[in-house]
């Protein structure tokens, strides 16, 4: 079993619809839960992280983390052909103060007119 | 925030060469970090790159075959050696700065080298 498993998509969805992105985890050490947007040929780039569990919003996004069922989400509302992208999440344990992550595989998000 | 460039941005190379890989940031940074993406696959660690020690290399990664150099505080080259069709893959380098207190301050990304080996 993976650290952190992640379904690859692609996931299509039209122009205006709720998107749900998600990762299930293994270790209980994880303390940062961070979402990575990566656009094609482009670097990875974080887009919201959150500290153990709870709810973080930003704008058209909403990050939620449940760690007794080792359960992240991201939610991305009124989702822009702009958002099309492959969504990394990854997880930290904050070892040494370093925030070194374990990356999922990523989900290829398609968002279209 | 820092900006990493990398060069080469891609190349095509032949079997049993090897290729140089340079990151630089515009800031100072602490810490730096060799990462390979291969298609379908998360973003694997290769090793870690602080200025003036030796890089620590993750499991299932060698100094024979990624040697890495860190210089100065801008700076680091992952070398691929001896290089197969199986090391065909995205490498990124990304830096945390160590002196942000927010975790969404430290990490970065480059943008990444397209390595195709044939």
């Known amino acids: 079993q993976k650290e952190v498993e992640q379904d690859p998509g692609p996931l299509s969805v039209p122009e205006g619809a709720i998107v749900s992105l998600n990762c299930t985890y293994s270790n209980s050490a994880f303390q940062y839960f961070m979402w990575y947007r990566q656009y094609s040929r482009k670097g990875p780039e974080l887009l919201m992280y959150t500290y153990s569990s709870g709810n973080k919003e930003d704008g058209r996004f909403t990050a939620q983390v449940d760690k007794s069922s080792k359960y992240i989400s991201l939610f991305i509302r009124d989702s822009q052909p702009s958002d099309s992208a492959t969504y990394l999440c990854?997880?930290?344990?904050?070892?040494?103060?370093?925030?070194?992550?374990?990356f999922g595989r990523g989900t290829s998000l398609i968002v279209h007119p | 925030s820092a900006v990493i460039s990398q060069k080469p941005s891609r190349d095509i190379c032949q079997r049993g060469t090897s290729l140089t890989i340079q990151c630089q940031v515009d800031s100072q940074v602490t810490m730096m970090f060799w990462y390979r993406q291969q298609p379908g696959q998360s973003l694997t660690l290769i090793a870690t790159?602080?200025?003036?020690?030796?890089?620590?290399?993750e499991s299932g990664f060698v100094i024979d075959k990624f040697p890495i150099s860190r210089p100065n505080l801008t700076f680091s080259t992952l070398t691929v050696s001896n290089m197969s069709p199986e090391d065909s893959s995205i490498y990124l380098c990304?830096?945390?700065?160590?002196?942000?207190?927010?975790?969404?301050?430290?990490?970065?990304f480059g943008p990444g080298t397209r390595l195709l080996v044939l």
């Open positions: 790159a602080n200025q003036g020690s030796e890089a620590t290399y």
């Open positions: 990854a997880m930290s344990s904050s070892s040494g103060g370093s925030y070194i992550p374990t």
């Open positions: 990304s830096v945390e700065d160590g002196g942000k207190q927010a975790i969404e301050e430290t990490q970065y």
